[in-house]
């Protein structure tokens, strides 16, 4: 079965190994976007003007102004005096204004005073909320009227002799 074989003249062909996974990674890390970090405004920072971005932001701070941002998080010491308007919104700190969202989660720490209009709201107890609850609308698809040929005119009634 296992034999030693008499040694020849020719060297046996070195066979290469396949790349590895981590070879190949660099070149697709350097094809990919970098994950997006969310922004964060500080405790101790106080903006007085809107604030608009397509990102991510957390606020522990204070904003007197209007946020439009893609996500918002509102953290426990987080305080915003105007309109919010983002496609997720959490709450766990304070809000003065209205929020407009797809998705809005009010959490047990949240204090909202204003209207909310959402496809999504949630609210956890012991969470705050003053205003109107207003549910988005999805515009009806319009039906369009079936093309109609047109009607050919009718035949004048022929006079009668009399």
Same mark, same amino acid.
């Given at each position: 079965m296992f034999s030693k074989q008499a040694k020849s003249g020719k060297t046996p062909a070195? &066979?290469?190994p396949l790349p590895t996974p981590? $070879?190949?990674?660099?070149? @697709?890390? $350097?094809?990919?976007?970098?994950?997006?970090?969310? %922004?964060l405004l500080s405790a101790d +920072?106080? &903006?007085?003007? %809107?604030v608009?971005?397509? !990102?991510? +932001?957390?606020i522990d701070g204070v904003v007197k102004g209007d946020v439009r941002v893609g996500r918002l998080?509102?953290?426990e010491t987080g305080h915003i005096e105007g309109g919010v308007y983002a496609e997720v919104v959490e709450v766990r700190g304070r809000v003065v204004g209205a929020i407009t969202s797809k998705q809005v989660r009010l959490y047990g720490t949240s204090y909202v005073d204003g209207d909310i209009t959402h496809e999504q709201l949630?609210? @956890?107890t012991g969470a705050f909320?003053?205003?109107? %609850?207003?549910?988005?609308?999805?515009?009806?698809?319009? $039906?369009?009227p079936a093309p109609q040929a047109e009607a050919a005119p009718l035949?004048?009634?022929?006079?009668?002799? !009399?």
């Amino acid at each position: 079965m296992f034999s030693k074989q008499a040694k020849s003249g020719k060297t046996p062909a070195r &066979i290469e190994p396949l790349p590895t996974p981590m $070879a190949v990674a660099p070149v @697709e890390q $350097a094809r990919r976007a970098p994950p997006k970090v969310a %922004s964060l405004l500080s405790a101790d +920072l106080t &903006i007085e003007g %809107s604030v608009t971005g397509e !990102g991510e +932001l957390q606020i522990d701070g204070v904003v007197k102004g209007d946020v439009r941002v893609g996500r918002l998080t509102v953290g426990e010491t987080g305080h915003i005096e105007g309109g919010v308007y983002a496609e997720v919104v959490e709450v766990r700190g304070r809000v003065v204004g209205a929020i407009t969202s797809k998705q809005v989660r009010l959490y047990g720490t949240s204090y909202v005073d204003g209207d909310i209009t959402h496809e999504q709201l949630a609210m @956890e107890t012991g969470a705050f909320f003053q205003g109107r %609850s207003l549910k988005f609308q999805r515009p009806a698809p319009v $039906a369009q009227p079936a093309p109609q040929a047109e009607a050919a005119p009718l035949p004048l009634p022929k006079p009668v002799a !009399g």
